[in-house]
């Protein structure tokens, strides 16, 4: 190749004196070096920018997988119930939510139905305002709320949820969601899941159902001191964790059945607290043994200091109030509530018994609903 440029010249004769400079023993010609091995030197730099850029891209890509998977895990974590940790998938649904905002209270609203279902009704809209305000949420307490009102045919872990605080995915609805009508899930920050069953929303127990839940997120604002006091209140066995295999033996359930209880007077369905019976007209069977021996206690006490001159009156309720409360007793009605077949005797015309809520128990409620509104 011949090179006829003037910078070149200078450049070779540059060069040339440079070499004989350094001593060299070996006569070099640049004219070879210079046309000869440019071309794969070239092509040498052009394959190491291409490996470079590619270990560019494998790295973009390495850390883009590695940052979405660290974000769903957190989420997923974060859940209380039902916790999966299995990956949003690229085919999955987005339920969109919807935020709601009526009489002052902000909550979010989603639905998972068949494509062809009607949308949300205002009137549904406005029952779930009512309920909320009824259960005394505060309105700021009520922007932690997505009520997803639910088609169980229609629902699939394939599905998520495009949230204020990232994508959160559906959890699996259990069996007992059929007959149960709702379900509380701890998702993702401050944002709590509650699933209604569609087939619930014109029902009665709408208002039941959902406090109860509601209660489910007072609940998971309650400090270690607050449970403390909570236990002692309901008479629940310190060391009992919040959730058991028994729904009707966890403390968790316990408190959001009494929350509904507090704003709906619709009886608890747990078993701590007093255990009263249902109907006084029925027989008590395998706890009235005990019953009987302690009025026969009671009345002796009440009447061993007293001449026959000077009888009071017994007050039947003055009575059964001091027995009902006996331990002995309240662990013996628990056994019946726990084992109808066994004791189907008692169990033959209606729940023989029903966990009351004291009068302290009703301030704790409220004065714990009113601290998380301040
Ligand atoms: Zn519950």
């Given at each position: 190749?011949?090179?006829?440029?003037?910078?070149?010249?200078?450049?070779?004769?540059?060069?040339?004196?440079?070499?004989?400079?350094?001593?060299?023993?070996?006569?070099?010609?640049?004219?070879?070096?210079?046309?000869?091995?440019?071309?794969?030197?070239?092509?040498?730099?052009?394959?190491?920018?291409?490996?470079?850029?590619?270990?560019i891209y494998m790295i973009c890509i390495w850390s883009f997988y590695f940052f979405k998977i660290k974000k769903t895990d957190i989420n997923?974590?974060?859940?209380?119930?039902?916790?999966?940790h299995?990956l949003?998938?690229?085919?999955?649904?987005?339920?969109?939510?919807?935020?709601?905002?009526?009489?002052?209270?902000?909550?979010?609203?989603?639905?998972?139905?068949?494509?062809?279902?009607?949308?949300?009704?205002?009137?549904?809209?406005?029952?779930?305002?009512?309920?909320?305000?009824?259960?005394?949420?505060?309105?700021?307490?009520?922007?932690?709320?997505?009520?997803?009102?639910?088609?169980?045919?229609?629902?699939?872990?394939?599905?998520?949820?495009?949230?204020?605080?990232?994508?959160?995915?559906?959890?699996?609805?259990?069996?007992?969601?059929?007959?149960?009508?709702?379900?509380?899930?701890?998702?993702?920050?401050?944002?709590?899941?509650?699933?209604?069953?569609?087939?619930?929303?014109?029902?009665?127990?709408?208002?039941?159902?959902?406090?109860?839940?509601?209660?489910?997120?007072?609940?998971?604002?309650?400090?270690?001191?607050?449970?403390?006091?909570?236990?002692?209140?309901?008479?629940?066995?310190?060391?009992?964790?919040?959730?058991?295999?028994?729904?009707?033996?966890?403390?968790?359930?316990?408190?959001?059945?009494?929350?509904?209880?507090?704003?709906?007077?619709?009886?608890?369905?747990?078993?701590?607290?007093?255990?009263?019976?249902?109907?006084?007209?029925?027989?008590?069977?395998?706890?009235?043994?005990?019953?009987?021996?302690?009025?026969?206690?009671?009345?002796?006490?009440?009447?061993?200091?007293?001449?026959?001159?000077?009888?009071?009156?017994?007050?039947?309720?003055?009575?059964?109030?001091?027995?009902?409360?006996?331990?002995?007793?309240?662990?013996?009605?628990?056994?019946?509530?726990?084992?109808?077949?066994?004791?189907?005797?008692?169990?033959?015309?209606?729940?023989?018994?029903?966990?009351?809520?004291?009068?302290?128990?009703?301030?704790?409620?409220?004065?714990?609903?009113?601290?998380?509104?301040?």
């Open positions: 190749m011949e090179i006829n440029n003037d910078w070149y010249k200078r450049y070779k004769n540059q060069m040339q004196t440079k070499l004989n400079q350094n001593k060299s023993q070996f006569p070099i010609d640049i004219s070879e070096r210079v046309d000869n091995d440019s071309m794969p030197k070239r092509i040498r730099w052009i394959l190491w920018a291409v490996v470079v850029i590619w270990l997923s974590e974060s859940k209380t119930t039902q916790t999966t299995t949003i998938t690229s085919s999955a649904e987005m339920i969109p939510l919807q935020k709601i905002s009526n009489v002052g209270y902000t909550f979010y609203l989603g639905q998972i139905d068949y494509p062809s279902a009607a949308a949300i009704t205002d009137q549904t809209k406005n029952d779930i305002t009512q309920i909320i305000y009824d259960a005394k949420f505060s309105k700021n307490l009520s922007q932690n709320i997505a009520i997803i009102i639910t088609n169980t045919l229609a629902a699939s872990t394939n599905q998520y949820f495009d949230s204020p605080f990232g994508k959160v995915k559906m959890v699996q609805l259990p069996p007992v969601f059929l007959q149960g009508g709702g379900a509380y899930s701890q998702h993702i920050g401050n944002l709590s899941f509650i699933f209604i069953n569609k087939n619930q929303l014109n029902s009665s127990r709408l208002n039941d159902i959902l406090t109860h839940e509601l209660g489910h997120y007072i609940g998971s604002l309650l400090t270690a001191a607050d449970w403390e006091q909570y236990y002692n209140l309901r008479q629940i066995p310190t060391g009992t964790p919040l959730y058991t295999s028994n729904w009707m033996l966890s403390p968790g359930e316990d408190f959001a059945d009494v929350y509904k209880n507090v704003f709906t007077k619709e009886k608890v369905q747990t078993y701590y607290g007093l255990l009263i019976k249902t109907n006084d007209n029925f027989p008590e069977n395998e706890c009235g043994k005990i019953y009987d021996k302690l009025m026969k206690n009671y009345i002796a006490k009440k009447y061993s200091n007293t001449d026959s001159w000077n009888i009071p009156i017994l007050s039947v309720k003055e009575a059964d109030t001091n027995i009902t409360s006996n331990k002995e007793l309240q662990d013996c009605r628990r056994k019946v509530l726990l084992d109808s077949e066994k004791y189907s005797e008692d169990w033959r015309f209606v729940v023989p018994y029903y966990s009351s809520v004291s009068q302290a128990t009703k301030t704790f409620v409220i004065n714990t609903i009113n601290k998380l509104n301040l």
